[in-house]
């Protein structure tokens, strides 16, 4: 089981695929470490011989992902929220950040629908 960047990538899947498990890389990211590393992207994860695990995690440690990509995400987020930028203040909020409707979508920023006071409907 090869393991990059202290993830486990997972067996059964091709080498191009199997590299999405890791946070920051996609598809085409996936392919380009995979072209200039000189490993053939359809190649399984479970076939690969341990002189191209090392080549791909060498071709990993270029680019910016997991704990360290994170970290960055995360201290923007925190930037943005100190300087009470727009984008800010909707991430205190809870609210959608990029210009997304909130009357009638947004579910998944703002949460279950909140109980207001003195809305209950009369019987007769």
Same mark, same amino acid.
């Given at each position: ?37 000189? %490993?053939?992207? $359809?190649? !399984?994860? /479970? ?10 995690? +060498? ?13 960055? %995400?995360?201290? $923007?987020? !925190?930037? /943005? ?10 991430? +205190? ?18 949460? !279950?629908? /909140? ?10």
């Amino acid at each position: 089981m090869a393991r990059i960047k202290n993830i486990e990538l997972p067996n059964e899947k091709h080498i191009c695929i199997g590299l999405t498990a890791i946070y920051g890389i996609g598809r085409p990211l996936a392919k380009t470490i995979c072209e200039n590393a000189g %490993v053939e992207p $359809s190649k !399984k994860v /479970k076939d690969l011989t341990d002189d191209e695990v090392q080549k791909l995690r +060498k071709e990993v440690d270029q680019y910016t992902v997991e704990g360290d990509l994170r970290r960055d %995400v995360q201290m $923007s987020i !925190k930037e /943005k929220m100190e300087i009470n930028s727009y984008q800010g203040i909707r991430h +205190k909020k809870g609210l959608p950040v990029r210009g997304q409707r909130t009357s009638r979508n947004a579910k998944t920023r703002k949460g !279950k629908g /909140k109980v207001v006071a003195n809305k209950k409907k009369v019987g007769k």
